[in-house]
């Protein structure tokens, strides 16, 4: 008898044991102190994002010192040898491109600002290091894509749709930057700033239904719309540029944040299941 209670007090203790040190690597739920929504490695992610913008910003100063154009080129140009759809873009009203443009440059800089309007709210400015630098990722992300992806305009060198037009002054026409025509860096940069902050709000709200998303990402997607109209207006970009320009933000705003929200979840996973000895 003694040995059989001896036996379920070892097992009973053991089991109390167990369970305190299991109970001691459960991860916080959303919502409790030590909580990481996302997990971002500030000593990783600041170089990164200082290097990947400074090299953005080189290729962007090399991308515009392209060569003239020359008059040789003007004459050889076909307007039939534009394709499809970005025919519109030369069927515009010249004389209302200036207006277009600096609203474009807008809608350019709110852009870049929107995550700001995060900071309005307590649990957003309790991270606000953490989300600056993913933000700062997400930025210079979508200006690697401009200066080195094989859709951009380092590899693709197209004329922009203001070389078409005769109204243009020779000068406007011939700089080296009108090569510059793929991909929209205005719509990419505008676009991940929105979508960040979509992502952001999405993160932080996991009580949204899909119905909630839905709306919050076709909100996000509304200015880089309104962007891309407008640089097809100022006779900037193509309508496939601006496009492209609007897949480079939604990556970029989109799935950097997703990264870090993937790393932190990956990083409460593993605390989970780590052995527990002794």
């Known amino acids: 008898m003694k040995v059989y209670l001896l036996t379920a007090l070892l097992v009973f203790t053991g089991s109390l044991q167990l369970r305190a040190q299991y109970s001691d690597t459960i991860p916080p739920a959303f919502g409790e102190e030590g909580y990481e929504i996302h997990r971002v490695n500030r000593w990783v992610s600041a170089p990164l994002a200082v290097i990947g913008s400074y ?52 809608l ?91 992502k952001m709000i999405d993160d932080y709200n996991p009580d949204l239904t899909g119905g909630q998303r839905l709306l919050l990402y076709s909100a996000a997607t509304v200015p880089g719309l309104a962007t891309a109209y407008l640089r097809v207006k100022a006779v900037k970009h193509y309508p496939t540029d601006t496009a492209i320009g609007l897949g480079v933000g939604a990556i970029s705003g989109i799935m950097v944040p997703e990264f870090h929200r993937w790393w932190a979840k990956r990083h409460r996973t593993k605390a989970m299941v780590t052995p527990l000895y002794g």
């Open 55 to 106: 090299a953005s910003a080189v290729r962007l100063r090399k991308l515009q010192d392209k060569p003239l154009i020359t008059q040789a080129e003007l004459d050889a140009l076909n307007p039939d040898d534009v394709p499809g759809i970005d025919q519109i873009a030369l069927r515009q009203d010249f004389s209302k491109h200036k207006s277009a443009s600096n609203i474009s440059d807008y």
């Open 108 to 198: 350019f800089g709110a852009g870049q600002l929107a995550p700001l309007v995060l900071f309005g709210w307590e649990k957003y400015r309790e991270d606000w290091i953490d989300i600056g630098l993913m933000y700062l990722e997400a930025q210079a992300t979508q200006g690697l894509f401009y200066g080195y992806a094989p859709f951009g305009a380092s590899k693709i060198e197209r004329f922009r749709p203001r070389v078409y037009y005769e109204e243009a002054d020779f000068e406007s026409r011939t700089t080296g930057h009108q090569r510059n025509s793929t991909f929209s860096g205005h719509v990419s940069t505008a676009s991940t700033g929105f979508y960040f902050v979509a």
